[in-house]
């Protein structure tokens, strides 16, 4: 069987930078980097299962509900909460570098999938303005099967879904949860901090 790479999206292919995000979009909540610190761990809650951003990842919630929700418990408004919702697809850039790495491994002959907790919304919005996404093999989205990393069963899926043999699978993330989660199911992992060094362990590792 032909050996397979999966891609997270946010953070790794895409821009992800949410303090910049915040200061930008809302800077009278976030004046400087520790209050933008402080309102994103109010407004993302670290995505942890159950959480309000985590129900929208898993298409349980809308936008307006989720502004609602995330105003009542932060105490910003729900105009300003909404802007930072709406600020989020075109913040998620695609990252040359990241880009680069992808099409190398493609054209390396493995089969190319990609894994993320996004939103069907966003994942909408990924799609229409980055035409790359077209090479992938094929990709799960959170938001449009309901589960959600790190999950095991988000990982099962992709596992039957995509054909993948664990052994010759390495998937690429940024968050240590869900290298583990893969590993859990035999496939090779590694963290993403920049393309350069997600290549350079690609390498050791023998997939390149």
Request: with cysteine.
């Amino acid at each position: 069987m032909t050996p397979a790479v999966v891609f997270d999206f946010g953070a790794v292919l895409f821009q992800w930078q949410p303090l910049r995000l915040l200061q930008d979009t809302v800077p009278e909540l976030a004046p400087d980097e520790p209050s933008a610190r402080a309102l994103a761990a109010r407004i993302f809650e670290s995505f942890t299962p159950a959480s309000d951003w985590a129900l929208f990842d898993l298409g349980q919630l809308d936008e307006a509900a989720l502004a609602t929700r995330i105003a009542r418990r932060t105490g910003a408004t729900e105009p300003q909460v909404r802007k930072v919702i709406d600020a989020i697809p075109p913040h998620l850039v695609a990252q040359p570098a990241s880009v680069a790495l992808f099409r190398e491994l493609r054209a390396a002959g493995h089969r190319m999938y990609f894994l993320s907790n996004m939103p069907a919304p966003y994942a909408d919005s990924l799609e229409r303005h980055n035409p790359f996404i077209a090479e992938f093999d094929d990709g799960i989205f959170s938001g449009r099967v309901g589960l959600m990393k790190p999950g095991a069963p988000i990982f099962q899926l992709a596992q039957r879904r995509f054909n993948l043999a664990p052994e010759l699978t390495v998937f690429i993330d940024d968050h240590t949860g869900n290298i583990d989660a893969a590993r859990a199911l035999g496939w090779q992992g590694v963290q993403f901090e920049s393309a350069a060094q997600c290549a350079g362990e690609l390498r050791a590792l023998g997939w390149r």
